[in-house]
């Protein structure tokens, strides 16, 4: 069976940008199926997660405070905290997507920073879905060897970026300006957060990498909860 994946989405966009993750999922050989406030998580289910993008995150999960009009649902805020932190305790493979990326930073206890754009120069603001952004990929990192270690160019449609990260989790890549575009957790299960939407760019061999990485994740936690299941299973018969 193909490894399953959870994907949050917006009640507000969750129709159009549910399909193109599905999509990459697919192509990664997993099995995709769509969590909102309205079709709530169910861990025990899926064998890695993706937290997507959409709505800005609200400053009261990280004690900051609102400073710049944002788009908020303090719902899924909420929902998607508590998911982050629950499927790094059950070991479950992670994907940050855009907002994602943000939120598994915020779930460790890192902050955001609202105006990005305004701290490191709206002259080096672009808003599109075509990859025209310039990255630097930090050496040694997971997302290096998920993707290579040379320059990368991506697409950018977020207002808000990760300003520190959260405990046990490092910066993966930075723009030309110095902002945070990936994070990466330092220690296993696999967590990955891409500031760039990657769905978008499915016919990129690299950004292809990530969502590959993702489903590979998944499927080895899940050969190892099978082999578990089968060593429990053969210790119950021999005590018979």
Not at 96 to 117: E, F, K, P
Not at 134 to 159: C, F, K, Q
Not at 164 to 191: C, H, N, S, T, W
């Amino acid at each position: 069976m193909k490894p399953v994946i959870g994907v949050t989405t917006s009640r507000r966009s969750g129709w159009r940008i549910f399909p193109l993750v599905a999509f990459n999922i697919w192509l990664a050989g997993g099995k995709a199926v769509r969590w909102d406030t309205r079709r709530p998580p169910r861990l025990e289910a899926v064998d890695g997660v993706v937290i997507g993008g959409g709505d800005d995150i609200s400053p009261d999960l990280y004690g900051g405070s609102l400073g710049i009009s944002a788009r908020l649902d303090p719902e899924r805020d909420a929902l998607e905290c508590e998911l982050a932190r629950q499927a790094f305790a059950r070991n479950l493979p992670v994907l940050g997507i855009c907002r994602g990326a943000q939120m598994i930073s915020v779930a460790l206890g890192g902050t955001l920073d609202q105006s990005a754009w305004q701290t490191f120069g709206m002259e080096h603001k672009i808003r599109t879905v075509l990859p025209r952004r310039a990255i630097r990929i930090e050496p040694d990192t997971r997302l290096a060897r998920i993707a290579g270690p040379e320059e990368m160019t991506v697409n950018a449609l977020h207002t808000q970026a990760v300003r520190d990260p959260g405990k046990g989790v490092r910066v993966a890549a930075r723009d030309m300006a110095g902002m945070i575009q990936a994070i990466e957790r330092l220690d296993d299960p696999f967590a990955l957060g891409v500031q760039w939407h990657p769905e978008h760019l499915f016919y990129s061999r690299r950004q292809r990498a990530i969502f590959r990485a993702l489903v590979a994740a998944a499927a080895a936690r899940r050969g190892h909860l099978r082999q578990v299941d089968a060593a429990l299973a053969s210790g119950r018969r021999g005590l018979v």
